[in-house]
């Protein structure tokens, strides 16, 4: 198990002044060097009721779920369950893509590093009417990098096929139990009743607490900084090697962005270079809640951090600044923040 050791710094302070100068509700952090953790917790999980955020406070993970995924199909093409150059379709004839010849083509690697060809969404993924709605590549698959949530829902489907369980039935099995993660779920737990916290806009105004019903392996994961960070350290030590050995440059010529020059991405995994060198990230955005963390493999540290905010990605850098001790942070910077 995972010893932690809770630590107070000044890091406190920063976090609850970080929060009023920019209009972010409430955070929960957890960073980890060697063992040792520091855990953040500031702000609000409802700023109705004037309930503070704790180590307990359930967040959405957004596109951090992302990253469960990849664990679990890593760990099946380890026991030989998924090849991850093999046609998805072989798996899973996906209906949606009935009409795409290229969608043959995609497989779980491609999945991984974003090259599937897949938009990342035809329409909003919680209407009833996206289940049904026509999904196709808008390339080549394999010929480039281009974000998808589509495309993890469709190795999401292919993992079910092949395991006959749905992606809740998996994650417990595979992950959450395994790594104690006692507070993760991909679907809504009433547990989560007096623990979960609401969301809010960029003006700081309550929105509201998605219950998710159906597990979606693009943006449904439940849980929080302490339960992530574990599995972060589980999938980092394990994964690194086969994270680093084949990325894709983020960098797209027909949208230039400068700061995508430093980004990549691997199986499952962003992966950005700075002075501090190649260290492994990932972004969530579910409108009202934003996260994100970031991993440096060279001198093992880990740093989460959730909130329950559209401002939420704004922290990034100056987060990033505080616990790493440089201000050079090209994914903050791709991101516009």
């Known amino acids: 198990m995972f010893f932690l050791l809770i630590q107070k710094t000044?890091?406190?302070s920063f976090a609850d002044k970080l929060l009023a100068d920019s209009n972010v509700t409430g955070l929960q952090i957890i960073?980890?060097?060697?063992?040792?953790?520091?855990?953040?917790?500031?702000?609000?999980?409802?700023?109705?009721?004037?309930?503070?955020?704790?180590?307990?406070?359930?967040f959405q993970a957004a596109s951090l779920s992302k990253v469960v995924l990849a664990y679990i199909c890593l760990e099946l093409a380890g026991k030989k369950q998924i090849d991850l150059d093999k046609p998805l379709i072989s798996y899973y004839d996906y209906p949606r893509l009935k009409n795409d010849s290229a969608?043959?083509?995609?497989?779980?690697?491609?999945v991984l590093m974003h090259t599937?060809?897949?938009?990342?969404?035809t329409e909003n993924p919680l209407k009833k009417s996206w289940a049904t709605s026509t999904l196709a590549t808008t390339f080549e698959p394999g010929n480039h990098w281009k974000y998808s949530g589509e495309g993890f829902v469709f190795l999401q489907l292919a993992i079910q096929n092949i395991l006959k369980k749905d992606l809740q039935q998996i994650a417990n099995e595979m992950v959450f139990k395994p790594l104690?993660?006692?507070?993760?779920?991909?679907?809504?737990?009433?547990?989560?009743e007096p623990l979960a916290a609401f969301g809010h806009n960029d003006k700081a105004e309550q929105t509201q607490r998605m219950p998710f019903f159906l597990p979606n392996a693009a943006f449904s994961l439940l849980t929080t900084a302490i339960d992530y960070q574990l599995f972060l350290n589980a999938f980092y030590h394990k994964y690194l090697l086969t994270t680093l050995s084949d990325t894709v440059s983020v960098y797209d010529a027909k949208d230039p962005k400068p700061m995508a020059k430093y980004l990549f991405w691997g199986l499952g995994v962003g992966i950005q270079e700075n002075d501090l060198g190649k260290m492994l990230w990932h972004w969530g955005d579910n409108g009202d809640f934003q996260g994100f963390f970031f991993v440096n493999p060279t001198t093992d540290e880990i740093l989460v951090c959730f909130t329950n905010s559209a401002n939420g990605l704004k922290l990034m850098k100056p987060l990033l600044s505080h616990f790493f001790g440089t201000t050079n942070w090209p994914a903050a910077s791709w991101l516009g923040n």
């Open 10 to 12: 000044n890091a406190q």
């Open 31 to 58: 960073y980890a060097k060697k063992g040792k953790i520091t855990e953040i917790n500031a702000g609000f999980s409802d700023s109705e009721h004037k309930q503070k955020v704790s180590s307990k406070t359930i």
């Open 103 to 110: 969608a043959k083509k995609i497989t779980a690697r491609m």
């Open 116 to 121: 599937s060809g897949l938009p990342n969404w």
């Open 180 to 192: 104690a993660m006692k507070n993760s779920s991909f679907i809504w737990k009433d547990e989560f």
